[in-house]
């Protein structure tokens, strides 16, 4: 038996942010950060007033959320009592709502709120609460809108660690997809976040647990990605927004997340993840590199569907090996595209660094989910030579 998981209502498009008049909510608590709160606000703030709704706005989510801003928030939720929790920003912003949520419906358990969930659990988060959580994010990358974990930052000790959690209750019940809030993305922002989503779409596809649903949106995920991610990084060099293109990748961002979130990420994320955390490299500045190495890690274990992946955007091959390679290249062609670094020395990891947290990162890229439904198994001495071949830039040969 198997389950794949959907937000109740995906409103995309433009003016999709009307959505939110239609409604009747009476107390609304928006979560997001300071820039979000400046640059946007005010467009769901009018739409939220046509109704009537009282808003209560939390504006202190970090860039990497932490179990502390979390219990906050969920603090503020019990005071407030709101029928709407509306997440409004990007991964960080909705991953804080997907914590303050549960915290909210259950605070005699404290940390263990979140801490100990089951993917599968019953929490009954809208029984016990009486609300229901709206998503809008504000990049075309993470898919937090859609999907069901996440990982906060525990900062109260003095070693810093990572708390991931999840449930299937947290995914959404309404995504909204309005193109005009990634207007003032900067140019490698759109990049990044854009190499997210292709990463997730890739990863998503090639994983052990990929199944016929994940697919039909990975796959076109995969292609609308590709066709578009190019064209609004070059358009927003010269300050222009086709908000045509920026939709489908705002779209494909969504549907990424959508399927990854119902199969699973590889040893790109695996590796990227690992990077972030003991290099501090943001994700969307190293993940497109690391599904590159993951791609010429599995070529020969899962050939025949990254040729699939690579028909679908019309290269053509004799063999599934021919098509697989081109599709390495052209992603590797894409990552210099988008003026991306191809190695950790590049991301500004010195060998004194690498050499003091390598043993680090390889216990951490372990026992990261990635790497359990990596298609090619992959273990200590593999991560090794990968991460070995990743600090210089240099390509895969085993
Ligand atoms: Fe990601």
Request: proline content about 4%; some cysteine; glycine content about 8%.
């Given at each position: 038996?198997?389950?794949?998981?959907?937000?109740?209502?995906?409103?995309?498009?433009?003016?999709?942010?009307?959505?939110?008049?239609?409604?009747?909510?009476?107390h609304v608590f928006v979560v997001t950060d300071?820039?979000?709160?400046?640059?946007?606000?005010?467009?769901?703030?009018?739409?939220?007033?046509?109704?009537?709704?009282?808003?209560?706005?939390?504006?202190?989510?970090?860039?990497?959320?932490?179990?502390?801003?979390?219990?906050?928030?969920?603090?503020?939720?019990?005071?407030?009592?709101?029928?709407?929790?509306?997440?409004?920003?990007?991964?960080?912003?909705?991953?804080?709502?997907?914590?303050?949520?549960?915290?909210?419906?259950?605070?005699?358990?404290?940390?263990?709120?979140?801490?100990?969930?089951?993917?599968?659990?019953?929490?009954?988060?809208?029984?016990?609460?009486s609300c229901i959580l709206v998503n809008i994010?504000?990049?075309?990358?993470?898919?937090?809108?859609?999907?069901?974990?996440?990982?906060?930052?525990?900062?109260?000790?003095?070693?810093?660690?990572?708390?991931?959690?999840?449930?299937?209750?947290?995914?959404?019940?309404?995504?909204?997809?309005?193109?005009?809030?990634?207007?003032?993305?900067?140019?490698?922002?759109?990049?990044?976040?854009?190499?997210?989503?292709?990463?997730?779409?890739?990863?998503?596809?090639?994983?052990?647990?990929?199944?016929?649903?994940?697919?039909?949106?990975?796959?076109?995920?995969?292609?609308?990605?590709?066709?578009?991610?190019?064209?609004?990084?070059?358009?927003?060099?010269?300050?222009?927004?086709?908000?045509?293109?920026?939709?489908?990748?705002?779209?494909?961002?969504?549907?990424?997340?959508?399927?990854?979130?119902?199969?699973?990420?590889?040893?790109?994320?695996?590796?990227?993840?690992?990077?972030?955390?003991?290099?501090?490299?943001?994700?969307?500045?190293?993940?497109?590199?690391?599904?590159?190495?993951?791609?010429?890690?599995?070529?020969?274990?899962?050939?025949?569907?990254?040729?699939?992946?690579?028909?679908?955007?019309?290269?053509?091959?004799?063999?599934?090996?021919?098509?697989?390679?081109?599709?390495?290249?052209?992603?590797?062609?894409?990552?210099?595209?988008?003026?991306?670094p191809l190695s950790l020395q590049e991301m500004?990891?010195?060998?004194?660094?690498?050499?003091?947290?390598?043993?680090?990162?390889?216990?951490?890229?372990?026992?990261?989910?990635?790497?359990?439904?990596?298609?090619?198994?992959?273990?200590?001495?593999?991560?090794?030579?990968?991460?070995?071949?990743?600090?210089?830039?240099?390509?895969?040969?085993?």
């Open positions: 038996m198997w389950d794949f998981t959907s937000p109740r209502k995906v409103i995309f498009g433009e003016d999709a942010l009307e959505y939110l008049s239609e409604q009747s909510f009476k300071p820039v979000m709160r400046k640059l946007h606000f005010h467009l769901i703030e009018k739409q939220l007033k046509a109704i009537n709704a009282e808003i209560t706005v939390f504006d202190e989510v970090p860039g990497e959320p932490t179990l502390q801003i979390v219990e906050k928030g969920a603090k503020l939720l019990a005071e407030v009592n709101p029928d709407a929790i509306i997440a409004f920003g990007g991964g960080s912003v909705m991953d804080s709502a997907k914590g303050m949520w549960p915290m909210w419906a259950s605070p005699q358990d404290g940390m263990d709120a979140i801490e100990g969930l089951d993917p599968f659990g019953k929490l009954n988060l809208r029984e016990k609460t994010p504000t990049t075309s990358g993470t898919g937090a809108d859609v999907t069901w974990s996440t990982v906060l930052t525990d900062n109260s000790a003095e070693t810093e660690r990572k708390a991931s959690f999840g449930n299937r209750e947290l995914v959404a019940d309404i995504t909204i997809l309005d193109p005009i809030l990634t207007k003032t993305l900067p140019r490698h922002l759109i990049a990044g976040t854009g190499l997210d989503a292709l990463s997730h779409a890739i990863g998503g596809y090639l994983s052990t647990w990929s199944n016929d649903f994940s697919d039909a949106f990975l796959i076109h995920a995969f292609k609308l990605l590709w066709e578009n991610l190019t064209l609004a990084y070059h358009q927003a060099e010269s300050g222009e927004v086709d908000f045509e293109i920026r939709e489908k990748l705002h779209n494909a961002a969504t549907m990424s997340g959508w399927g990854f979130g119902n199969s699973q990420i590889i040893l790109g994320h695996a590796l990227g993840h690992s990077i972030g955390a003991a290099f501090k490299i943001p994700h969307s500045k190293c993940i497109g590199t690391t599904c590159w190495y993951s791609l010429m890690y599995n070529k020969n274990t899962a050939s025949n569907r990254i040729a699939e992946l690579a028909r679908a955007i019309g290269l053509n091959g004799n063999s599934e090996e021919e098509l697989t390679e081109q599709l390495i290249s052209g992603v590797k062609d894409l990552l210099g595209e988008l003026d991306m500004g990891v010195t060998k004194e660094k690498y050499d003091s947290e390598i043993e680090t990162v390889i216990e951490y890229a372990l026992n990261d989910s990635g790497t359990l439904s990596n298609p090619r198994p992959v273990d200590y001495e593999d991560y090794v030579k990968i991460f070995e071949k990743l600090f210089l830039g240099n390509e895969l040969d085993f």
